[in-house]
Each structure stands twice: as structure tokens, then as C-alpha cells.
């Protein structure tokens, strides 16, 4: 499955349903994945390691494991779009350092106003469909998004 | 204006806000919700009156009827302000002279962009610190 980005609700297909609530939405339906993308989301945009699947430890170690209600928005957010494909849910809160990981996700995403900081590479391919065209190269993506 | 300074096990935290709206954006994970919760507490332990909003927001008239009904209030805060903040509310807290923080990174616009100060909330390994561009 590709990364497919809609701009404006009325783009989101009638069947599929819209996540506003990203923060409630993970606390209830949705769990720490264990792959190594989801590992490398939690070491870069968390500064956190992987403890279980309802756990993590985060940037201050002392604390311990964390519940998974402690996660950021932009994480949490991300791990709802891997995890539940059926359905679409709003990036509107995922901080710049979260929106990056989209590159490298699958689902369905709202995207109100597309814009990439980019800075570095997990890996140079994509699958994101986004305004009707097809990207697999990170680099071309970026750029259509970016407006360049 | 709103001072807090706290040294707990492991992690000391610093915050320092004027009358004035602030507005907190960019990354993820920086502890813009876990320090709302430390000034939730910190408000609540000094006897200090906060008023704190999240997603769990659904009338914006309530939000404006509590905050006009505190008397002695010391701060506002936002956090998921995208969710639910309208033109209605923006205008009313643009009248206001206490400190509010909004957690926002697209609706903020509803405010007139020189009445916002930008915050930054840097979280390194053992201290959280709240301060403005």
C-alpha cells in the first residue's frame, strides 16, 4: 500500500473514515509497533527507545518506562496511520521533525498544507500518491510538495 | 506575568511568561504538553488559578464563559488549539492581559500575527525550559 495524501476532506473517499482525535484515537485503538521503522520513529522524533508495546522509555532515562499515553502527537499520529489503513487521519498536529517520517509510511493522511523540512535520508524510495500523481523518489516528492 | 521554576529528581524546569499570547509550534516531542501538565499542578499546589483546554474541548462559548467568569486568573493555556480554536475565540483572548500559551501550528492565524510571541520549549536530557524567540 502507498502513502496516499488528501488536501481537503472532500478528497477523502465516502467509505473512509476521518481521525481528527489523534491523541484519543492511539490511547484506545493503537499500540507501540516493534519494526524498525517504528524504532527509528521513536529514536528520532522521541528521542525514545522501544520498551513494549504499551511502554517506552523516553529521552530521560531516570523515569523509567513510560505508559504509551506519554508519546508525542506527532508519534502517536504516525503509529495510527501504520496501523489502521483503512482509515484517514490528520497530520494537522504532527510537529516538523514527525511530518519527515511520512515519507517513509504507509496509509492515509489529510494534509491541509503539504510542506517538508527535509534533512535527512532513511532511505531514498517512496510509494505516496499525492494530487494524483504517483512518487517513489523521496527527492521528487519533496520537491511537488515543497512547491518547487 | 507567569514565573515557574521547579528542580525535581532528574529534571528541573523553567518558565517565564509576560501578559502576552504565545504560541508554541514546531517539532514533536519537545514537552509542549508534559510542561502544561507541571503548570496545571504548579498552579494548583500555589493556589494560582489556570485554565487549561484540550482536545477534549467541544464548546467554544463554555471556554469564553469560564474564562470570563475567573476573577483572579494567572494563566491560559491551549494544548491541540488546532482542534478546536475558532476567529470567536481568538478575538476574545486578544483582549485578555494574562499570560496564555497556545499549542498550535496552523490556527494561530486567527490572531493578529504581531499580538504573538513564539515560544520554544527546548527538552534536553535533564531540564525542560520555556522561552521565546
Not at chain 1, 532513511?122 to 516528492?141: M, P, S
Not at chain 2, 494563566?75 to 476574545?92: G, V
Request: proline letters at 1%; aromatic letters at 14%.
Amino acid at each position: 500500500m502507498s502513502l496516499n495524501i488528501f488536501t481537503v476532506e472532500s478528497e477523502i473517499p465516502k467509505n473512509m473514515e476521518l481521525i481528527t482525535y489523534n491523541d484519543a484515537y492511539f490511547n484506545l485503538y493503537t499500540s507501540i509497533p516493534k519494526s524498525d521503522l517504528s524504532l527509528y520513529i521513536l529514536r528520532e522524533v522521541e528521542k525514545a527507545k522501544y520498551s513494549s508495546d504499551i511502554t517506552f522509555i523516553g529521552r530521560t532515562e531516570e523515569f523509567g518506562s513510560l505508559y504509551k499515553e506519554c508519546l508525542s502527537t506527532g508519534t502517536k499520529t504516525l503509529f495510527n496511520i501504520m496501523q489502521h489503513q483503512d482509515k484517514c487521519f490528520d497530520v494537522l498536529e504532527c510537529g516538523t521533525n514527525a511530518l519527515v517520517m511520512l515519507l517513509y509510511i504507509q496509509g492515509n493522511i489529510l494534509w491541509r498544507e503539504p510542506f517538508i523540512v527535509y534533512k535527512t535520508l532513511y532511505k531514498e524510495h517512496c510509494d505516496i500518491n499525492f494530487k494524483g500523481v504517483h512518487y517513489d523518489r523521496i527527492e521528487d516528492f519533496v520537491d511537488a510538495v515543497n512547491g518547487d | 506575568m507567569f514565573e515557574m521554576y521547579l528542580n525535581m529528581n532528574h529534571l528541573s524546569v523553567s518558565v517565564h511568561l509576560q501578559n502576552k499570547i504565545y504560541v508554541q509550534m514546531g517539532n514533536s516531542a519537545t514537552g509542549k504538553t508534559y510542561i502544561f501538565s507541571l503548570i496545571k499542578q504548579f498552579c494548583l499546589v500555589n493556589n494560582m488559578i489556570c485554565c487549561s483546554y484540550d482536545y477534549n474541548c467541544k464548546d467554544i462559548n463554555d471556554i469564553i464563559y469560564e474564562i470570563k467568569n475567573k476573577k483572579a486568573l494567572n494563566i491560559i493555556l491551549f494544548d491541540n488549539a488546532d482542534l478546536y480554536l475558532t476567529q470567536q475565540l481568538a478575538d476574545f483572548l486578544a483582549t485578555l492581559n494574562v499570560p496564555i500559551v497556545l499549542n498550535s501550528r496552523l490556527k494561530y492565524k486567527f490572531f493578529n500575527t504581531s499580538d504573538l510571541i513564539c515560544l520554544h520549549t527546548k527538552y534536553t536530557d535533564n531540564s525542560i525550559i520555556m522561552e521565546d524567540y
